[in-house]
Nanobody
Framework: QVQLVESGGGLVQAGGSLELSCAIS??????MAWFRQAPRKEREFVAA????????YYADSVKGRFTISRDNAVNTVYLQMKSLNPEDTAVYYC????????????????WGQGTQVTVSS
């Protein structure tokens, strides 16, 4: 059984930075991804990394601002977020799975409980 636990969310001013972490237990060498869901909006893809982090993928809206990385030695995936703006406000979810289609939520079998990120203007 795979369990994912996110941390690192919070309140930050526009232009600021945050780093999210996702601790993985159980089978750990899955593709990993971050999704987010803002109020009254559908869950959307943010970033993904393959099993060893050698390949990474980003949504156009975060490219150049967000960085996904993973440290398999400590079973943790990170999302470094810079130049945050109010449109980044959402609950951020960590996901694990085959990742055949890295940007599709259907490619991930396991999900964390989410962590709130709020960016004030």
């Amino acid at each position: 059984q795979v369990q994912l636990v996110e941390s690192g969310g919070g309140l930050v001013q526009a232009g600021g930075s945050l780093e999210l972490s996702c601790a993985i237990s159980g089978r750990t060498l899955y593709a990993m991804a971050w999704f987010r869901q803002a109020p009254r909006k559908e869950r959307e893809f943010v970033a993904a990394a393959n099993w060893n982090g050698a390949s990474t993928y980003y949504a156009d809206s975060v490219k150049g601002r967000f960085t996904i990385s993973r440290d398999n030695a400590v079973n943790t995936v990170y999302l470094q977020m810079k130049s945050l703006n109010p449109e980044d406000t959402a609950v951020y979810y960590c996901a694990a799975g085959p990742g055949d289609t890295y940007s599709s939520a259907r490619s991930y079998n396991y999900w964390g409980q989410g962590t709130q990120v709020t960016v004030s203007s």
